[in-house]
């Protein structure tokens, strides 16, 4: 019930293209669902990220789509550039507790 | 910005000994965390901390211990390290609530 599962565990793709990353939830009580960055050597930092009244966040080429009835949330970047090389987490949070449930993470790679 | 500063970037230990390793953040976050990241296993919950003096286990708390004496300061102390505690260690806080969490760049702990 605490799990929060991300796949695919690894994704190339070309420059320009779309990258799409899906995570999956089962606690109905999780209330917000951030999404992370991180590069090699670095900490994660938050990207974006989306509460459950809304079922759709952009910000520049970066969209969260969130799907409440599936319990379903994905990322996708658009006009994905070789800069966007990371490992991308997506999370999941409720309001009354202190911590996040992190994803497995998806090593992304964008191909010049 | 939020600072989350880790002490060290890289240690080197030697097996049975005790080691610290520090975490100070400079926005006067109630929360901080502790985790673990190995390849394959993404973020792992050491032990986290909503107050001064007060902690609770994560998923992996086996082997490690933390004090929390100050709001800005996280000590993760391995109480006697072990060879399968090599790894990356990543720090983080965050305020009550629907916030995110803010991350250090790591520490990168080898135990020979």
């Known amino acids: 019930q605490q799990q929060v599962k991300q796949s695919p565990q690894s994704l190339i793709v070309q420059k320009g293209g779309i990258s799409i990353i899906n995570c999956a939830y089962e606690?109905?009580?999780?209330?917000?669902f951030p999404w992370y960055q991180q590069f090699p050597g670095k900490g994660p930092a938050l990207l974006i990220a989306?509460?459950?009244?809304?079922s759709e966040k952009k910000e520049g080429r970066f969209t969260i789509s969130f799907n409440k009835s599936a319990k379903q949330f994905s990322l996708h970047i658009m006009d994905s550039q070789p800069g966007d090389s990371a490992t991308y987490f997506c999370a999941a949070l409720y309001s009354s507790a202190s911590k996040i449930i992190f994803g497995s993470g998806t090593r992304l790679s964008i191909r010049p | 910005d939020v600072k989350v500063t880790q002490s060290s970037r890289y240690l080197v230990k030697r097996t049975g000994e005790k080691v610290f390793l520090e975490c100070v953040q400079d926005?006067?976050?109630?929360?901080m965390f502790w985790y673990r990241q190995d390849p394959g296993l993404g973020l792992r919950l050491i032990y986290f901390s909503y107050d001064v003096k007060m902690k609770e286990k994560g998923d992996i708390p086996e082997g490690y211990s933390v004090s929390r004496e100050k709001k800005e300061r996280f000590s993760l102390i391995l109480e006697s390290a072990s060879t399968n505690q090599t790894s990356m260690y990543l720090c983080a806080s965050s305020r009550q609530g629907r916030q995110p969490q803010h991350f250090g760049d790591g520490t990168r702990l080898s135990i020979l």
């Open positions: 606690n109905t009580a999780f209330d917000y």
């Open positions: 989306i509460r459950p009244d809304v």
């Open positions: 926005m006067d976050h109630e929360n």
